[in-house]
């Protein structure tokens, strides 16, 4: 999986899953647990601290506050490639949408001086792209973002019109997304996980995204999980999903 996978699906590990019906927080030597404290230039540490803050949430043991503090210090990592900071970033605004507090983002609360918003973070790494004949398309992204998180999610039936039209491919993986983040929230339960499922053909081809809809699709499901089930699921994560290791690349330089 993409060194940049920040779904819950890595989370849970076989220890986790026999001790709760929910997930939990990782332990320091699961995958995300190391991820959390690695500052390499893609924004591994942000993932990781994001996807912990997920399985907080969802756990019912920490909390909606705590998960939304992790979040915070997700939003204070350095970043060197700016690029994958507004993915990441556009990443935490999402899960207040999947957590059903999009009104969080906008507080200027983010950062590491606690005085930004989400967006503006986000903003702040797309003018800092290199490349000034790239750096439109990620201040774009950042601006359509927003549009997104202030129209309706719409459904399933009009998404593949809606994806045909878009031709830019970092902007159509940050919708499905983003999209995956609107139909976990709370608020479009039950019918939620049916329309969050009719995402995963269409990210097949992309880690980063497969790994955020597996993840969402595994917190709505895992109330429903007996402790066996879970344990196989904490297997499965293990053997396939947590091979690589991005803090290691480019040691040899």
Same mark, same amino acid.
């Given at each position: 999986m993409s060194h940049l996978a920040e779904g819950n699906v890595r989370y849970i590990d076989r220890e986790d899953a026999r001790s709760t019906k929910h997930p939990r927080r990782s332990s320091s030597n699961?995958?995300?647990?190391?991820?959390?404290?690695?500052?390499?230039?893609?924004g591994t540490s942000?993932?990781?601290?994001?996807?912990?803050?997920?399985?907080?949430?969802?756990? %019912?043991?920490? %909390?909606?506050?705590?998960?939304?503090?992790?979040?915070?210090t997700a939003s204070a990592v350095p970043i060197t490639y700016a690029g994958y900071g507004v993915m990441a970033t556009l990443a935490l605004i999402?899960?207040?949408?999947?957590? %059903?507090?999009?009104?969080?983002?906008?507080?200027?609360?983010?950062?590491?001086? %606690?005085?930004r918003s989400l967006a503006e973070i986000a903003m702040d790494f797309a003018q800092r792209v290199y490349d000034p004949e790239f750096r439109w398309e990620p201040q774009w992204l950042v601006e359509i973002h927003g549009d997104w998180s202030h129209e309706p999610a719409g459904e399933p039936a009009s998404l593949s019109a809606r994806v045909a039209a878009t031709a830019n491919s970092d902007q159509r993986i940050a919708y499905l997304t983003h999209l995956s983040a609107r139909w976990a929230a709370p608020s479009e339960a039950p019918e939620g996980s049916a329309?969050?499922?009719?995402?995963?053909?269409?990210?097949?081809?992309?880690?980063?995204?497969l790994d955020a809809v597996l993840g969402r699709l595994l917190a709505m499901a895992a109330p429903q999980l007996d402790v066996d089930q879970l344990v196989q699921v904490a297997e499965l994560v293990s053997a396939h999903l947590t091979t690589e290791r991005p803090w290691s690349f480019g040691q040899w330089r």
């Open positions: 699961t995958w995300t647990g190391q991820a959390r404290h690695r500052y390499d230039v893609w942000m993932r990781a601290l994001s996807a912990q803050a997920a399985a907080a949430f969802h756990s %019912g043991g920490g %909390g909606v506050e705590d998960a939304f503090s992790l979040l915070i999402d899960r207040c949408h999947e957590w %059903g507090q999009p009104e969080r983002a906008d507080l200027h609360v983010w950062g590491r001086s %606690g005085d329309k969050v499922k009719a995402l995963v053909p269409l990210v097949l081809f992309d880690n980063t995204a």
